[in-house]
Nanobody, 119 residues
């Protein structure tokens, strides 16, 4: 029910925008998030956005470089990634769920989109 697109191979310093399309009626009633998993590492939180876009959160390593946004009319969430670094190389996953007191309960996951940043 979640499908990511927009991944690819870029050079350090470049920008890339990921999109995630949701099918179903749950989108506007869920917070949306992005996670990533680098080779030989666990899945880590990247960014999240509230149902009505009034609140966003980022992990420290992407703060100021990445921007999460959503369009509830299109059932889409986006991750604009600027000034990419090789350490941003990972499979990026879109997710939907709830956030309460800063703790996420993620119900739906996409299949992932590969982002590779060369030096």
């Amino acid at each position: 029910q979640l499908a990511e697109s927009g991944g690819g191979l870029v050079q350090a310093g470049d920008s890339l925008k990921l999109s995630c399309k949701a099918s179903g009626r749950f989108f506007s009633s869920r917070a949306m998030g992005w996670f990533r998993q680098a080779p030989r590492k666990g899945r880590e939180f990247v960014a999240a956005i509230s149902m009505n876009s009034d609140s966003t959160r980022y992990t420290d390593s992407v703060e100021g470089r990445f921007t999460i946004s959503r369009d509830n009319d299109k059932n889409e969430v986006y991750l604009q990634m600027d000034t990419l670094k090789p350490k941003d190389t990972a499979v990026y996953y879109c997710t939907a769920g709830y956030v309460h007191n800063g703790i996420g309960a993620w119900e739906y996951w996409g299949q992932g989109a590969q982002v590779t940043v060369s030096p």
